[in-house]
Nanobody, 125 residues
Framework: VQPVESGGGLVQAGDSLRLSCATS????????IAWFRQAPGKEREFVAA????????YYGDSVKGRFTVSGDNARKTLYLQMNSLRPEDTAAYYC???????????????????WGQGTQVTVSS
């Protein structure tokens, strides 16, 4: 399985941006697809996730109410709508997927098996 991100760019504070993550390969086995982000000098941070079975969504505290994750199950494509962007949202955003569900590792990068190359989001003040 290979996730491929797109949609990053340079925006101003308060703007919106939509990221996409297309997956290829044996996508029928995917159970959860998620977004993480990593700023320079910081650890990789959980942003949002979508559980295909049931459509449950999960969000990191710093993005709740501003970001929305959604997906096209037939195409195994994930989207991240980011509104009211802030300079602190600046980071490389990574799409990742796993073929199991374990609530204990849902918010940890160690719980995910397949990773994309990332797309850069820069928010200027």
């Amino acid at each position: 399985v290979q996730p491929v991100e797109s949609g990053g760019g340079l925006v101003q504070a308060g703007d919106s941006l939509r990221l996409s993550c297309a997956t290829s390969g044996q996508t029928f086995s995917l159970y959860v697809i998620a977004w993480f982000r990593q700023a320079p000098g910081k650890e990789r941070e959980f942003v949002a996730a979508l559980r295909w079975s049931g459509g449950n969504t999960y969000y990191g505290d710093s993005v709740k109410g501003r970001f929305t994750v959604s997906g096209d199950n037939a195409r195994k494509t994930l989207y991240l709508q980011m509104n009211s962007l802030r300079p602190e949202d600046t980071a490389a955003y990574y799409c990742t997927a796993r073929d199991t569900y374990d609530s204990r590792t849902l918010y940890s990068p160690a719980g995910y098996r397949y990773w994309g190359q990332g797309t850069q989001v820069t928010v200027s003040s």
